[in-house]
């Protein structure tokens, strides 16, 4: 028999719907006339969002480390045999927290001395196999805690409100795009079902995409995370939770990059049916940007795109006004272009950080960032929101617990393939090509 709840629990359960609630409850209870976009809405959104990103979480905060004398050397006689088989120590040292390392050079291939400390330690200890600067490897032995938060439950119910509040604020959101205020015209929510359910499908395919990938990695994860809002886009976008370590440099590439890939694989097709019922509009570009339309040669996969959707009527200066499915896929490109950017805890970063290493991935991530920021600032003003969100939730992308065993050609070719998207979907079609790709342009 499943024992009864506790006040406490019903409370917390009650508080919990509340949380998520907040963002349609904002919305529905905002005077029509006052203009939801406008900057203090938006801050005050991205504030409660990061909030609840942080409740459903449920990161503990992180325990102090007791006070000591530093780092203690650990002499010969001390270290394990499992360590001394598989390496030459130069240095050995354990600290405070009880955490030991082992500085020096291996005797055996990485992925073989990792499989050999993994057996050897079972439970007790965590071994983490990570580059070192001053000799070659560092084995680091982490007290066995890596099982404490694959051991915490998941609630569905949780996943699936915010699933249902994302799809109330996202068809509130794309009926808004169009001119239709539903807290007027609530029988009109057909209107903005195309641009939900085409944005909804490319988010949770991506995350679908990680979700599978880290299962047949034996990576412990939860089901994805759908963040509402009640402005803008009409979401934040998605996110799935690690709840166990990556064990390998393979596993964290095959699960990075598989978001990207599967979420593409669906908002191609969007963009391409979406396109067909879009407006062909001469002139530049309204001054509203990306909900007003879009150039033509703003990017170089768009423009193939739209040239292989549309057909021969495109010409040079041409813009499109998106209909409501093609808007939903060009999003689509635009987020995986940004979770591929090779910074932190993207997609892309963690990609970099299994291709190159941490020392290169990280140098990688400082350029990306900064480019990032110069082109929100000095080219399109639009990439200002996203700038700003990848500066502040990025984060450093963590290492897995064998960071040394290196891809197989095949992982880099996928990801060099990766990184090439990337580069068509943010690089605009330069004149030159125009013709090229068989779009008329009378300044040639």
């Known amino acids: ?40 809405w938006f801050w005050i959104a991205l504030l409660v969002c990061v909030w609840l990103i942080a409740a459903i979480a449920g990161m503990p905060e992180a325990e102090a480390a007791p006070e000591g004398s530093g780092p203690r050397m650990i002499p010969d006689a001390a270290q394990p045999d499992a360590i001394t088989e598989v390496m030459s120590v130069n240095v050995a040292t354990e600290d405070d927290a009880h955490v030991r390392t082992f500085r020096g050079r291996l005797r055996l291939p990485a992925e073989t001395a990792h499989e050999r400390l993994r057996r050897a330690f079972g439970e007790q200890s965590v071994p983490l196999l990570q580059e070192d600067e001053e000799t070659e490897v560092a084995v680091i032995l982490m007290p066995g805690r890596a099982g404490r938060e694959a051991d915490r439950p998941i609630r569905p119910w949780v996943h699936w409100l915010l699933f249902g509040l994302t ?38 395919i991506h995350e679908l995409g990680h979700y599978f990938m880290a299962k047949r990695h034996g990576i412990h994860v939860t089901p994805p995370y759908f963040i509402p809002v009640p402005i803008a886009l009409g979401t934040f976008g998605a996110f799935i939770q690690m709840r166990s370590p990556v064990q390998d440099r393979r596993a964290l590439f095959d699960v990075a990059v598989a978001g990207p890939l599967a979420g593409l694989a669906v908002a191609v097709p969007a963009l391409l049916i979406g396109l067909q019922s879009s407006s062909v509009v001469a002139g530049p570009a309204p001054a509203d940007g990306m909900m007003g339309g879009t150039s033509v040669g703003s990017s170089l996969l768009f423009a193939f795109l739209a040239k292989l959707s549309i057909g021969p009527t495109l010409e040079y200066g041409h813009v499109l006004q998106l209909s409501p499915l093609a808007f939903a896929g060009w999003l689509g490109l635009l987020v995986t272009a940004l979770n591929l950017l090779p910074i932190g805890q993207l997609d892309g970063g963690h990609m970099s950080s299994a291709m190159f290493g941490r020392r290169i ?14 082109l929100a600032i000095f080219v399109w003003p639009g990439l200002t929101m996203w700038a700003i969100l990848v500066f502040f939730m990025a984060g450093t992308s963590v290492p ?22 990337l580069a068509l979907i943010l690089a605009p079609l330069p004149h030159s090509a125009w013709s090229a790709a068989g779009i008329h342009c009378p300044y040639l």
């Open 1 to 40: 028999m499943k024992p009864r709840e506790s006040h406490g629990e019903t409370w917390s359960r009650l508080l919990w719907v509340l949380l998520l609630l907040m963002p349609v409850i904002v919305l529905f209870l905002a005077p029509a006339a006052l203009p939801l976009a406008a900057g203090v």
């Open 167 to 204: 799809i109330v604020t996202t068809t509130w959101a794309g009926a808004a795009h169009q001119g239709v205020n539903l807290l007027q015209e609530p029988a009109r929510f057909g209107v903005g079902l195309p641009y939900s359910l085409g944005l909804l499908a490319i988010l949770g």
């Open 361 to 374: 991935s990280g140098a990688i991530g400082s350029i990306a960032m900064w480019t990032l920021l110069l």
């Open 400 to 421: 897995p617990l064998n960071d040394l065993t290196p891809l197989t050609p095949n992982r880099r070719w996928i990801g060099y393939a990766a990184f090439g998207l």
